[in-house]
């Protein structure tokens, strides 16, 4: 049984491990081909818009992904109207909640733009065209996660990688063929999320019926079992975001285009941690009885830190080559901030 339980996780673990590491890829693929398409007020203005938009995906979920979770592979649930009721309950929160907040941003677009972006109330237009992608965001998360529970690989990498290889192309078709700019690089991933939010509700239309909706105690519960986890997304979005909500207000747009590079770049860095903790977690956990285990951990820590540093540090040295290669020369001035940022992965590779 050991054996059995070993080869799913390790299955699983390569499954979505590499989904999620060709996704960053196939991102982090469009910057070298945006940088020299756009300026460099363009691409700080699309990079902050993205980055802070992310922050608002937790009020569209409201933490129901966990909520589902939660009460999926209750013990006593081993029925499927019970599981379709509970799956239908969560999907009804969500939607309620983007209604709620679409509602909200319309009424109030003006005071959250101030807020937000300061006197850069430019960004407000390409702002507003980004949050449409939100509540496809939320759904896409959606059933992606219905895929994970019930063991669905296959449907579960159509849908990720599907979006990420559609919204890449129809970026390079609008900014590169028809030269529409940054709003072209934003519309890109709203057109491809929206579409594939479609496609997943209705892969998962078995677990989706009105007539199966809890009663208003079921709803209860499972809105505040899912309002910590919501807060955490929120702030898990907001931590590596803040940045951006003083930097819009004390630099200018062409110095947040140079930020941005740096930031992508050093992603290149983050790409190492993602794969290493996919292979370490299931291996760790798997000897952390041992008597040896602490010693070896330190060594291994020790070494992969190491590592982190060596490769973060040849990126340094040859700062300049990657950037030019990677951006332009045009973005020189991003060699500035990318050893701070690679140090910072490096530690953060540690957690």
Not at 111 to 140: D, M
Request: charged share 15%; hydrophobic share 55%; aromatic share 14%.
């Amino acid at each position: 049984m050991l054996k059995d339980s070993l080869k799913f996780l390790v299955k699983d673990t390569a499954v979505y491990g590499l989904a999620g590491a060709v996704t960053k890829f196939i991102a982090i693929f469009t910057v070298p081909i945006l940088a020299r398409v756009l300026t460099k007020d363009e691409f700080g203005a699309i990079s902050t818009v993205i980055a802070i938009t992310a922050v608002f995906v937790g009020f569209f979920s409201l933490g129901q992904d966990s909520a589902i979770a939660r009460w999926f592979y209750d013990k006593d649930s081993t029925d499927s109207d019970y599981r379709v009721k509970i799956t239908t309950t969560g999907f009804i929160v969500q939607f309620v909640a983007t209604l709620i907040f679409c509602v909200f941003v319309f009424f109030f677009d003006d005071s959250i733009s101030g807020i937000v972006f300061g006197k850069n109330s430019e960004l407000l237009s390409y702002w507003k065209v980004c949050l449409l992608s939100l509540p496809a965001t939320s759904f896409l998360l959606f059933s992606n996660n219905l895929f994970k529970w019930t063991f669905q690989r296959n449907k579960y990498l159509f849908l990720t990688l599907g979006n990420s290889l559609v919204s890449v192309s129809l970026t390079l078709l609008l900014v590169v063929q028809f030269r529409m700019g940054i709003m072209g690089a934003i519309i890109a991933p709203v057109i491809s999320s929206n579409v594939f939010a479609v496609v997943g509700l209705f892969m998962n239309r078995q677990y989706i019926k009105i007539s199966k909706l809890g009663d208003l105690s079921l709803i209860i519960e499972m809105v505040k079992y899912g309002l910590p986890f919501a807060l955490i997304i929120i702030i898990s979005a907001l931590l590596p975001s803040v940045d951006r909500l003083f930097l819009v207000r004390l630099v200018s747009m062409e110095m947040l285009g140079e930020y941005s590079i740096s930031l992508k770049l050093s992603g290149l860095l983050f790409m190492v941690i993602a794969a290493f903790r996919i292979s370490f977690g299931p291996y760790a956990f798997s000897i952390w009885k041992k008597p040896e285990s602490q010693e070896l951990f330190s060594k291994l820590l020790t070494v992969y830190f190491s590592f982190l540093l060596i490769v973060g540090g040849a990126i340094s040295v040859f700062g300049d080559i990657v950037i030019s290669i990677f951006a332009s020369n045009k973005y020189a001035q991003s060699i500035l901030v990318l050893p701070i940022l690679l140090i910072a992965y490096a530690v953060i590779g540690l957690r």
